[in-house]
């Protein structure tokens, strides 16, 4: 590892593959509409796997690769930790249970899909669940303070993508490459004058 | 075992002859396409799901739109990443062995190469090129976060003759809680669906 980045180093690691397929067994469990809020809680908030700089990097790589992001992050930080059966671990912790449970459903949700009771519940856990995404943005936009892209580019990229993605509904892949795009390009201007910046001196 | 025993879905006429409907041949292509769809998913498996319901409902027949809107609910229900909708409906098209199909399909290739994306960016994490590559989507990242938080809100907004206030304290509490407390997440979602079963949500 090497000390120009001491945030990416974690405070805490899991002690085995079992200890892994654990954590992301559990986390993936809280995951009702979506594991990645529940997963910056556990990973960041509660195990201290990750910082929230770290969190927020890795996640970024997730999702412009294909499949799906959670995995993909699960598999990445599976892999860092014990390499390719770790990647193995985490992938069997995120998946093995809720797949058997959403089949279990499947095979039997007609008996009890009309009952009123069902759909509120469903309801109530949408509303906690839009909660757990906000929270996560919030404390994710904390994590940007330190881009080196500076505060008024970053909040010009955020804005932008929200308006391209909410209001517009334009496909995810042209933001990917418009936004993404031009903040790797300003991002890689300002790092190379910072590197012949400090080679000068 | 369990394939004849679980029936996904009523047979339709001349269908009972072919376990779940579906010959060893469509078994591969119901494969081949999952194994494409899975470099497609950039964003998630979620955003691969117009083009599963072309090829899977429009082009082949395979399901109807209410099987795969089902499809879609029953993963959101049950705890767990998105993508085990993909399973729900290769089960709902070919029972068990679909379900096994589909998964493999859509993980198998995004994983081999989310594993070693994420390995040759960490051997090159101090070049500049990958330091701004991470650096530059952060602020896109954050960006989707908040526009995905906007999504999950806006059914609570959309078509509501009063003001919602269930909801809106039930998001309130949880955004509080996640920012200020060390609270599990599956406490907040019991909460809520406890809240919408008696009605409040």
């Known amino acids: 590892m090497n000390d120009s980045a001491p945030e990416h180093e974690p405070t805490s690691r899991p002690q085995s593959l079992v200890e892994l397929f654990v954590t992301f067994t559990v986390l993936a ?47 990445m930080l599976g892999d860092r930790f014990f390499g390719w059966p770790g990647a193995l671990a985490a992938l069997a912790g995120m998946l093995t249970a809720p797949i058997a449970i959403v089949l ?34 919030i404390k994710l936009i904390a994590a940007l303070r330190r881009n080196p892209l500076g505060r008024g580019v970053t909040l010009l990229l955020v804005g932008v993508t929200v308006a391209l993605v909410a209001v517009w509904h334009v ?27 400090k080679n000068r001196e | ?46 955003s691969a799901a117009p083009e599963m319901h072309r090829y899977f409902v429009v082009e082949r027949g395979w399901l109807d739109e209410t099987g795969f809107v089902t499809s879609i609910a029953l993963a959101q229900a049950a705890p767990g990443p998105n993508v085990t909708f993909v399973a729900v409906v290769g089960y ?3 029972g068990l062995v679909g379900a096994l199909a589909a998964l493999c399909g ?76 060390r609270l599990a997440p599956i406490w907040l979602i019991l909460m809520g669906g406890l809240v919408g079963a008696l009605g409040y949500g």
């Open chain 1, 104 to 137: 279990t459903l499947a095979a039997s949700y007609q008996q009890f899909a009309d009952l009123p009771m069902v759909a509120g519940a469903l309801r109530g856990m949408g509303a906690v669940a839009a909660g757990l995404m906000i929270a996560m943005a």
């Open chain 2, 92 to 94: 709902q098209i070919a």
């Open chain 1, 171 to 197: 496909p995810l892949v042209w933001v990917v490459l418009f936004v993404g795009g031009t903040g790797w390009g300003i991002a890689f201007c300002q790092l190379a004058r910072q590197e012949t910046g």
């Open chain 1, 29 to 75: 469990l809280q995951g009702f509409g979506g594991v990645l809020a529940v997963a910056q809680r556990e990973l960041v908030d509660r195990k201290r796997w990750l910082r929230r700089e770290a969190f927020l990097e890795l996640y970024s790589v997730a999702q412009v690769l294909p499949g799906p992001n959670v995995v993909n992050l699960a598999l």
């Open chain 2, 106 to 181: 859509i993980l198998l290739p995004s994983t081999l190469l989310s594993l070693r994306v994420s390995r040759w960016l960490r051997t090159h994490r101090t070049s500049v090129g990958v330091q701004a590559f991470t650096a530059g989507l952060a602020p896109m990242t954050v960006g989707l976060l908040l526009a995905t938080s906007w999504v999950l809100l806006k059914p609570f907004l959309d078509g509501a003759e009063t003001v919602p206030w269930g909801p809106i304290l039930l998001i309130a509490v949880t955004v509080w809680c996640m920012l200020r407390t």
């Open chain 2, 1 to 46: 075992m369990g394939d004849c025993v679980l029936p996904a879905r009523a047979p339709r006429n001349g269908e009972e002859s072919r376990v779940n409907g579906l010959s060893a041949a469509d078994l591969f292509d119901l494969l081949g396409h999952f194994l494409l769809l899975s470099l497609l998913s950039i964003g998630g498996a979620m």
